[in-house]
């Protein structure tokens, strides 16, 4: 099985791939946790092409095809793969086509997570880090340490409301190109809208696998 997951960043992506990954026996492919392994590693051999990251650049298609392409080579995604933050751009979408054709595969679902702003600014304004596991909280759980670790969760500098609805923007912008090129493939399209902030990550979990039932996916 093979998922492309779409949704602005504070959509919960994340956490519903790793709840997909486990129903279908999937790798979660994440290409940040791919890309931050890289960085890790300066005897990596595209080291020295996704370093302009720490410059605050984007990686290019090709190489991030390029990590894509050898992170599914790992066993995990020998039944399959949920991706999430990739393909982000056509040119990755044609590519990723590409290299599942290549195993007689192809991307079987595309789950489109439309979160509406207010549940956005709720989600990210109310959210707490904890600097050590990097774990994520809200403020509604009324936690002031992380559980785990004992240390006092902060806040993180990005989320305020402007540079919230500028990632927010900056997502729609690139993302309807993308959404047209998946509503035009042979891949079942579901796009779920989360309107309602009191939601949790179970509740949104719930409807997409009750749309995969409709779809006959699962
Ligand atoms: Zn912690």
């Known amino acids: 099985m093979y998922i492309v997951l779409l949704g602005p960043p504070g959509s ?3 956490t519903q791939a790793e709840v997909l990954s486990r129903v279908f026996d999937a790798g979660h492919l994440s290409t940040g946790d791919l890309l931050r392994d ?14 302009v990251i720490k410059e605050g650049r984007l990686v290019s298609d090709e190489v991030v095809n390029q990590v894509v392409e050898d992170g599914l080579k790992r ?21 990723l086509d590409r290299m599942l054709a290549a195993r ?28 050590r596991c990097k ?8 936690l002031a340490e992380c559980p785990d670790c004992g240390v006092e969760l902060v806040r993180r500098g990005d989320d305020n409301e402007e540079t919230i609805m500028q990632r927010l923007e900056e997502y729609k912008d690139k993302t309807a190109v993308l959404q047209d090129y998946y509503r035009n ?21 719930e409807e997409i696998t009750d749309r995969l039932r409709q779809h006959n996916v699962i």
Not at 77 to 92: K, L, S, V, W
Not at 119 to 130: D, F, K, N, Q, S
Not at 135 to 142: A, D, K, P, S
């Open 38 to 51: 890289i960085l890790e590693n300066q005897d990596h051999p595209l080291y020295p092409k996704v370093q």
């Open 185 to 205: 493939s042979p891949a079942v399209y579901i796009r779920l809208r989360i309107s309602d902030a009191s939601k949790t990550a179970g509740d949104v979990q």
């Open 104 to 131: 007689g595969k192809k991307v079987d679902v595309v789950i489109d997570l439309d979160v509406t702003k207010d549940v956005l600014l709720y989600r990210l304004l109310g959210r707490l880090v904890c600097p």
């Open 12 to 14: 919960g992506k994340g």
């Open 135 to 142: 774990r994520i909280f809200h403020e509604r759980q009324g």
């Open 75 to 95: 066993p995990e995604f020998r039944n399959g793969a949920i991706f999430d933050g990739y393909p982000r751009t056509p040119a990755q979408a044609a590519a």
